[in-house]
Structure formats: structure tokens, C-alpha cells
């Protein structure tokens, strides 16, 4: 016993010592389409096709970023293409390799993004991969509820207050749900939704009386909230377990509802407030580090992923739209079908205020989200003075763009110098 | 082998070992924490301290060690005893206990939050016995003592097999001589119990509960799984400056914090627990 | 030191306790163990159960056997890798952890020397602070040396987090042998170490148990070094578990399941060792 024993301890330790097989593959690094059907989807039907292989390693945020930070420091690498959000890109900008001499012939990438992709330099630090956007849904048993002569495809959040209110009386409990998790996306919701909806501005208005006033209607509707929200970091488990009737969430986050139930549940765009219907996108982009072992495969796989087929692939898989003009196949999943049109309708509506995602930040994006989510945290949850509670986040946010620098983006007004914030 | 080196010699593995993989990238963080391009501050801990989350973080994590701990003890050594009584059915039963081992914490979440949650089992229970009409919301932000107790019941579930391990490894080395001796001078089986097995036990326990504490300072995914945002651990907060705020000098602070606690916590129990040298027969 | 007791003394066994009392300690060990099974069967439960019945409410606490779960899993490109390497890497730390840390437990039990105290405590800061910060300093450090991406690179990590526990309970195992039990050894002509191999390995089995068992789980559970420190060799947490908190609601608990299954069987095959001298310890 004792010598089978040791055998296999020596065993053991050899194997363990053996040097791994060098892989011809390029791995690439992405903390989007983490969900394991997602991830699975990505391996079969948009990477499969490409030559000499690619190893799809999804991650979560911590191991994410210690990977990218440890390849950075070390100077070489394993890691040959990253994938990831703007602000994810963001604070690693001086690592990335310039993308620009990238044929991308035959693929039309949405200018915006494109410049977008530069981080305010000159080179092209990413490529715009996929895009999403925040909408509504709705369990269908919900819509009796509406107020009178409310237009479900461009509801006010005065109306949205009162569906909910009618719902939680009438249905004996608050049935409207927002994703309040720890991973929930709550910041962007503030940053390019409620905000701009009422102030005009992401920055420059924040401790306004407006903007005072919009955190008063995002209380009252708070009080028709279910209050498990601030478990809830995907919207689309509370809607089929019928916890939530009417949800705000990511398109990514909405789908699986739609995909299982899709008779139950309608999409619609976002309310709008006094000074429009604001929306911010999500932009997911691709990068080559400079640690990357093999340069000119890592451009390789970008192009590879640019091409209409890849981009259409990349949408039934993740739910994530298309950068590009890729023609939309005729048959779409159920989510797509059903978010598809709310985006647009939201996009295109007459009163639409697109809020950009943060320019210029770098690696301080995080703090920047921060004081979104602390000013819900303390006004929301902990009920503090909404008056006070401006004031000192005003004056964190006022440190923030003056240590950055970075200048007004939309919807504010473009200003000479660091964001101011009034 | 002199007996001088030989201990040294036979902690010199476990040392170097520690030294290199622990040590030095602790050191190479702890320095973060006390300093910004290079020059010396305490800039990190004020921004830590004077962070409206702090105390209560802070709080929260003592609270539900405080009361977790102890807890977990009392049960470890009821489920240690009623191992050390059974004969033939001891391996099965001390199987069963040991069962959430098996399982990260974060899978003990996910079967927590199953259970808590608005449409999970327990209000399926309890509306299908008729008991409520309507499902009783656990976790909701308002009800903060409620997710206490739902947090402490997930970690009482998941952890208390660690102490017990630990003191049914120990248990066996009593001998029964001396419960045996117990019994003439007419002890009874508590008396024999406190008399016998828990002095006997002290080794045992002061390792168990060190670890234990240490670990429940450090209490992450069964919080996050069940509280959400509302219940902030000192780990979480670590986290969250380190890999959303990109912040990793206060991330240093916080982990400080947690190594402080820690090390208080273990002082006490050496203390407390102290089996003076001479004292094993 | 036992010499013959009349029969009219003889010690109450535990059997003759009584009726009510051994009732109270059957409906005790029950209650105990329906404590720790319940959750594990409501794991199965969603398991086993559709998409659909794991969103329903109210649940019935009864599965329907739908393998669809089960089956995503199980054709998961690059999970049987996974799984070996997670064993690979499991099994080496159990190896390297008591290799080093038993006889640290035996040195701080019975010897006194100066710099006891600090080690103990190096010991223990190991515990008290969070991995994941650590990880970017060994992971510039095993890039540089060329441990990256290696079962044994991951192992040594895991080592460091497991040696705290087999350091410590093997040393409260070795306090609770008395020095006496060596001694005799000694003057019956064994070394050190022959009268460590005969007399107190047997002893201490028990707590390198613990520890083995200790040293796997934590390996085998541990998830965000293993996601930093491996690329191609990933363990089965960095390649599944960390996506399952973001995954749908099925699959967190088939892939729950999947991953705590091994560990399992693991504890299953050493669980008599965590007992295997009882009433050895009679002299």
C-alpha cells in the first residue's frame, strides 16, 4: 500500500512538472458572453471558422483585469486579442496595440464608435465589436394596468410611476423590478437614462435642482419597486419567476425571458422625462495588448470578427447587436425579434437624447461610476437628504474630472478643460 | 540529527514556501497600501475610513463572525460527540456531516438564495402548507435582520463541518481511560463531557477556532449570493476597489484591515486556549 | 495503570443509558443530518429539473429527471480537460501540503525554539489575507519564471493557502500524543524517525486526513487564482464556475452539482481515515 502509494505520488508530481503543449491558438481574453450558453455559442458558431483556432476564455471582472495587469507588468504574454465593455478598454488604453492598419474593407463600422475606439488619441486602440442598449419589458398580464391613454412605446416616467402604482395595489405587491445587484448595471441607467432625462446632462447639471427632481421621481417610483431588487443583477430570472411584471435591463439581460416565454413578455424604449428620452448604448470593443505573443494573428482574428458573418453570428449568440452594416438575417431568435424594435423605436423616437458613455476618463471610469451608484445607495436605500447627498457626491465628481482632465461629452455641451459641474 | 537544528530543519520547507509565495507578494501589496509613487502616506486609510460604507462594512463583518463563530462551535462539538458515540453507523453519519466541505462557497450561495428567495422553496413550503397566502419576501433591502439570519444559517450549513473536522480529529486521542476514571467518581456525561473531552479538546479547538475566525472575517460569496448590496463584507469592499474602482492602494487598506482583525482574533484564542506546555500528562 | 475492576463497579457503557435518552440522541443525530441533507437534495432537485420548473413557483420539491441540464454540461467543450486538471492539481497540493506541513506540526509541538511564536503567526497571516489580491504579484512572478499556466505553478499557490491547515491540526494532533509514547520507542532501540514511522504516524492519521481533505477542497474549490494563473491548463472552477453566477438559473445548479460531485466522492474514499485509530489510544 505504502509503495503504490508513493509510485503514485511520484506519478503525480511528474505529470505535473511536464512542461504544457505549446497551442497554436489564439486566445482570446473577453469579459463579455460569460454565460455559459453564451460562451458556447461563441466556441461553436462565431470562433469555430477561423483559422488555426481560438481559445475563447470568458472571465469575470477580477480575473479579468489581474490577468491583463500581470501581462502588462511582465511584459509578455499569453493573451492575444481582449474583448471587452468601452469602460473595461478604458483602463488600459496605453496597452493596447494600434488597430489601424486593419484592412476592413467591405465592413462599414459605425463612425462614431470608430472614434470612440481611438480613447481621444490618434491611433485606434479597438475595434467596435457589438453594441447593445438598455430597454423595458413587460409581462403582457401587466399592460390592463397602464394608465389611461398611455402609449406603451413612449411612456413619461410620470406614467411609469403610475402603472406601477396601479400594479402594486392592484396586485397586492410591487411588481416593478430593477437591477440593484452587485453586478447590475444600475450606473448606466443613472448616468444616461434618469439623469439626462431630466437635468439634459450626465456632468455638468448633477447637483441641480432638476436633477434633484429626478432622483425625487426615482424614489417615488422606488416605492412600487420590489424590494428584492438589490439582489437582482439580470432582470430576465425575476420576470419568468413572475416577481416582476415591469423590469429595466441590458437587452443581454432581458433575453433569456423572451427566448423562454416568448408570448408572456413585450419590449418597449425607456420613459422619457422633461428634456427627452435619454439612452445610453453599450459598446463592446476588441484590442490586441502589447504583450500579445503573436501580433499579426491577433489582428487576424479582429478582422476576422469585423466580417458580416461574424457579426450576425456574434448577435444570435450574445444578443449584442452589430457595429457594422451586416445585414440582419430574416430568422432571428425570439429575444432579437422582440428587442430589436424596442431599441430602434427608442433610438429613433422623435425626442431621443443619446448620452454618450464616458470619454477620457481612463482608468478612473470606476470611480466615475461609483458616485452614480453611491448617490443611489445613500438616496434610494439609506433615505438620506437628497440636497446634501448631491453636494458631496457634486463635489467627488468635480475631483474626478478635474484629476482627469476630461472634457464635456454628449449630452453636455463640449467645454475648454475638465468637465466643469455646477 | 542534533536536536538543536532539527526543528528548524524540519520548518524550513514550510518557511521558504511561505516566504516566497506569501511573503513577498504580501509585502509588495502591504506597500501599496502606505504609499503613492513611492512616498510615504496614510492617504489610502483616510480615504478608507472617511468612506460613508466603511463603518457599517466594517461592522457587519465583525457582527456576523461574532455570532457565527461561537455558534458553529457549540454545533461542531454536538456533532463531534454524537460521532464519537455511534458504532456501526459512525462512518455513514460522519460522512453526511462532512458533505459541505464539497461545496465553494459560492455553490452554498446559490443553494441558499434557492431556498430564500421570493419563488424559492421555503415560500413554496410554506404557501403550500397553507401557513402564508402570499410569499413572504426574505430578502428584501428593508428587512435587513432577515438576511442576517439567512446569511448566518448559509454559513452555520457550510462551515461548520471545517470545525468538525478538526475536533473529531482530535477527539480520537482521548483516551477512554479517562472517561472511564470519570464514571468511578460518579461524573455524569455532561460532567464528563466538560471535565474530559473539552479540556482534552483545547489543542483542537484553538485551531479550529482560529481558522474558523479568520476565514469568517473573510466571508464573501454566501453575502453577496443572499445580500446583495445591502449587506457590505470588508472583502466585498476590497474588491470593489480593487477591480471596479481600479483603486489598488485602498484595496491594500482594506485587506490590512482584514489581516489586523485577524490577527487580533488569533492573539485571543492563543491566549485564551493555551495548553501550558506540561499539561498533556 | 488498568487493573481488574469488580464487576459490581463496572462503568455504565453508553448503551445503558436508557430508553428516553437514547430516543433524544436518535432524534438528535436525524435532525442533524436532515440539517445537511436537506439543501444537498434541493440542489438535485434543480438539478434535475426543466428551465422552466427551476423558474416556477411554487416549487414542489419533486424533480422530473429532465437531463437537459446535466447534458449541456457534459458536452461543454473542454470539460473533461477541465476536470482532470482540477484533479491534477487537487491531488498535488494534498502531496506537497502534508509533505510540508506535517513535520512543521510535529517541530512546533515538540520543541521549543526561539522564532516559534513568528512562525506560527506567518502561518496564519497566509489565511488572513484575500488571494485575489496577492494574485497579480505571483502572477507577474510566475510569468517571469516561467511557472505561468502550469498544474504544478497552480498547485504551489494552492499549497500556500492549504499548508495554514495541515501545519495546525497536525499540530494539535501531535500536542494530544504524549512525548512518553516515543520515548518508549526509543529505549526500545527505534530512532527518531523509525519511532515517528511505527508509534506516531498511526496516531496522527487522523489529522492528515484532515488535512488531505482540507488541502483538496480548497484546491479543488478555489477559483479566482486558478482563473489568473491558468490559460490553456484551466481547472474545472476557472472554466465553469466562475461563469455560473452570471449563467441562467439551470445551469448554476447543474454546474453547482457537477463541480461538488468529485469532491464527494473524494471524502467519501478517505472518510474512515478521519477515525481510524479510535480506542487506539487505550495504554
Known amino acids: 500500500m505504502k509503495r503504490t502509494l508513493k509510485t503514485l505520488a511520484i506519478a503525480v508530481l511528474a505529470v505535473g512538472l511536464a512542461a504544457s503543449t505549446a497551442n497554436a491558438q489564439v486566445l482570446f481574453w473577453s469579459n463579455q458572453a460569460v454565460p455559459v450558453e453564451e460562451t458556447q455559442k461563441m466556441r461553436e458558431q462565431v470562433l469555430k471558422a477561423f483559422p488555426g483556432g481560438v481559445d475563447f476564455q470568458p472571465q469575470e471582472p477580477g480575473p479579468f483585469i489581474t490577468r491583463i495587469q500581470a501581462e502588462t507588468e511582465a511584459g509578455t504574454g499569453a493573451i492575444g486579442v481582449v474583448g471587452g465593455l468601452y469602460g473595461d478598454l478604458a483602463n488600459f488604453a496605453d496597452s493596447w496595440v494600434d488597430l489601424s492598419d486593419i484592412d476592413l474593407s467591405g465592413v462599414n463600422a459605425s463612425p462614431a464608435f470608430m472614434e470612440l475606439g481611438k480613447f481621444g488619441t490618434s491611433e485606434q486602440k479597438f475595434l467596435p465589436w457589438m453594441q447593445a442598449n438598455y430597454v423595458m419589458a413587460a409581462n403582457k398580464q401587466a399592460l390592463q394596468y397602464l394608465p389611461e391613454g398611455a402609449d406603451i412605446n413612449d411612456l413619461t416616467y410620470d406614467q411609469v410611476i403610475a402603472w406601477t402604482k396601479n400594479l402594486a395595489e392592484q396586485t397586492g405587491s410591487p411588481k416593478f423590478g430593477f437591477p440593484a445587484g452587485p453586478k447590475g448595471l444600475k450606473h448606466r441607467f443613472f448616468q444616461g437614462f434618469l439623469l439626462p432625462a431630466f437635468t439634459g446632462s450626465e456632468v455638468t447639471k448633477f447637483r441641480s435642482a432638476e436633477a434633484e427632481q429626478a432622483w425625487g421621481k426615482f424614489k417615488e417610483l422606488w416605492q412600487y419597486t420590489n424590494p428584492a431588487s438589490t439582489n437582482y443583477d439580470f432582470m430576465q430570472e425575476p420576470l419568468l419567476t413572475g416577481d416582476v411584471w415591469v423590469a429595466f435591463d441590458h437587452i443581454a439581460r432581458l433575453s433569456e425571458a423572451f427566448n423562454q416565454k416568448p408570448d408572456d413578455f413585450v419590449a418597449f424604449p425607456a420613459p422619457s422625462g422633461p428634456k427627452g428620452r435619454a439612452f445610453m448604448p453599450v459598446l463592446a470593443g476588441i484590442a490586441v495588448p502589447k504583450s500579445a505573443p503573436d501580433v499579426a494573428k491577433s489582428k487576424e482574428l479582429i478582422k476576422y470578427m469585423m466580417q458580416p458573418e461574424q457579426q450576425v453570428a456574434t448577435l444570435l449568440a450574445t444578443n449584442f447587436f452589430p457595429t457594422t452594416d451586416a445585414a440582419l438575417p430574416a430568422e432571428l431568435p425570439a429575444s432579437a425579434r422582440a428587442l430589436g424594435p424596442a431599441v430602434q423605436a427608442m433610438t429613433s423616437s422623435p425626442n431621443a437624447l443619446p448620452a454618450l458613455l464616458p470619454v477620457g476618463l481612463g482608468d478612473k471610469a470606476g470611480q466615475f461610476n461609483q458616485v452614480y451608484i453611491d448617490a443611489f445607495e445613500r438616496i434610494v436605500l439609506a433615505n438620506q437628504d437628497v440636497r446634501q447627498v448631491l453636494d458631496q457626491q457634486a463635489e467627488t465628481l468635480r475631483q474626478l474630472m478635474v484629476t482627469t482632465g476630461a472634457p464635456c461629452w454628449l449630452p453636455d455641451a463640449p467645454s475648454e478643460g475638465p468637465c466643469p459641474v455646477e | 540529527m542534533n536536536s538543536k537544528t532539527l526543528p528548524y530543519l524540519l520548518l524550513a520547507p514550510a518557511t521558504i514556501f511561505l516566504v516566497v509565495f506569501f511573503l513577498w507578494p504580501f509585502l509588495q501589496i502591504a506597500w501599496l497600501a502606505f504609499t503613492t509613487d513611492g512616498g510615504f502616506t496614510m492617504q489610502h486609510f483616510q480615504t478608507m475610513a472617511s468612506n460613508w460604507k466603511f463603518w457599517p462594512t466594517f461592522w457587519n463583518t465583525i457582527i456576523l463572525a461574532a455570532i457565527v463563530v461561537p455558534l458553529q462551535l457549540v454545533m461542531a462539538l454536538a456533532m463531534a460527540q454524537v460521532v464519537a458515540k455511534l458504532k456501526s453507523t459512525r462512518n455513514t453519519i460522519l460522512y453526511i456531516f462532512t458533505i459541505p466541505l464539497g461545496l465553494s462557497d459560492l455553490a452554498a450561495g446559490i443553494i441558499w438564495l434557492a431556498i430564500f428567495e421570493q419563488s424559492g422553496f421555503l415560500n413554496s413550503m410554506l404557501v403550500g402548507l397553507g401557513i402564508v397566502e402570499k410569499p413572504i419576501l426574505f430578502l428584501g433591502y428593508q428587512n435587513l435582520w432577515v438576511i442576517f439570519i439567512a446569511v448566518i444559517l448559509a454559513e452555520l450549513w457550510r462551515a461548520t463541518a471545517i470545525v468538525m473536522v478538526i475536533l473529531v480529529s482530535g477527539m480520537g486521542l482521548i483516551p477512554k481511560e479517562y472517561y472511564e476514571a470519570a464514571e468511578v467518581f460518579g461524573a455524569g456525561p455532561w460532567k464528563r463531557f466538560v471535565k474530559v473531552t473539552l479540556p482534552m479538546l483545547k489543542p483542537s479547538m484553538q485551531t479550529a477556532l482560529i481558522l474558523r475566525t479568520i476565514a469568517a472575517f473573510e466571508v464573501f460569496a454566501v453575502v453577496v449570493a443572499l445580500g446583495g448590496t445591502t449587506l457590505p463584507v470588508l472583502v466585498g469592499e476590497t474588491f470593489n476597489w480593487q477591480f471596479a474602482l481600479n483603486d489598488r492602494n485602498v484595496a491594500a487598506a482594506f485587506a490590512l484591515v482584514i489581516l489586523v482583525i485577524s490577527i487580533a482574533a488569533t492573539l485571543v484564542f492563543l491566549r485564551v486556549l493555551r495548553t501550558p506546555k506540561g499539561a498533556t500528562l | ?283
Not at chain 3, 521549543?112 to 494574485?135: H, I, N, Q, S, W
Open chain 3, 1 to 283: 495503570m488498568s487493573g481488574t475492576v469488580a464487576t459490581a463497579d463496572r462503568p455504565r457503557a453508553v448503551s445503558d443509558i436508557g430508553a428516553a435518552g437514547k430516543f433524544l440522541f436518535w432524534a438528535g443525530v436525524v435532525l442533524l443530518c436532515a440539517w445537511v441533507l436537506v439543501p444537498i437534495y434541493l440542489l438535485a432537485v434543480n438539478t434535475l429539473s426543466s428551465p422552466q420548473e427551476v423558474t416556477a413557483f411554487p416549487k414542489t420539491g419533486v424533480p422530473s429527471f429532465d437531463m437537459g441540464s446535466i447534458q449541456f454540461f457534459l458536452s461543454f467543450e473542454g470539460v473533461l480537460k477541465a476536470l482532470w486538471n482540477s484533479v491534477l492539481v487537487a491531488v498535488l497540493t494534498m502531496i506537497l501540503s502534508i509533505a510540508i506541513g506535517a513535520p512543521a506540526g510535529y517541530a512546533l509541538s515538540r520543541f521549543e525554539f526561539p522564532g516559534k511564536a513568528t512562525f506560527r503567526m506567518l502561518v496564519l497571516m497566509t489565511r488572513a489575507f484575500p488571494l485575489p489580491l496577492l494574485a497579480l504579484p505571483i502572477a507577474v512572478m510566475f510569468i517571469r519564471v516561467g511557472l505561468d499556466d502550469t498544474p504544478i505553478g497552480l498547485a504551489l499557490v494552492h499549497t500556500t493557502l492549504a499548508i495554514p491547515f495541515a501545519v495546525l491540526i497536525t499540530f494539535s494532533i501531535f500536542s494530544g500524543i504524549p512525548l512518553e509514547l516515543e520515548e518508549a520507542a526509543w529505549t526500545l532501540g527505534c530512532n527518531r524517525l523509525q519511532a515517528f514511522q511505527r508509534v506516531v504516524l498511526p496516531l496522527v492519521l487522523p489529522g492528515i486526513t484532515a488535512s488531505a481533505i482540507f488541502a483538496f477542497t480548497i484546491s479543488w474549490n478555489e477559483v479566482f487564482a486558478a482563473s489568473v494563473l491558468t490559460v490553456q491548463n484551466r481547472t474545472l472552477t476557472a472554466f465553469l464556475l466562475q461563469s455560473l453566477s452570471v449563467s441562467p438559473l439551470h445551469l448554476r445548479f447543474a454546474g453547482g452539482a457537477a463541480l461538488v460531485i468529485p469532491a464527494l466522492i473524494f471524502i467519501f474514499a478517505v472518510r474512515k481515515y478521519m477515525f481510524a485509530m479510535w480506542g487506539i489510544a487505550n495504554r
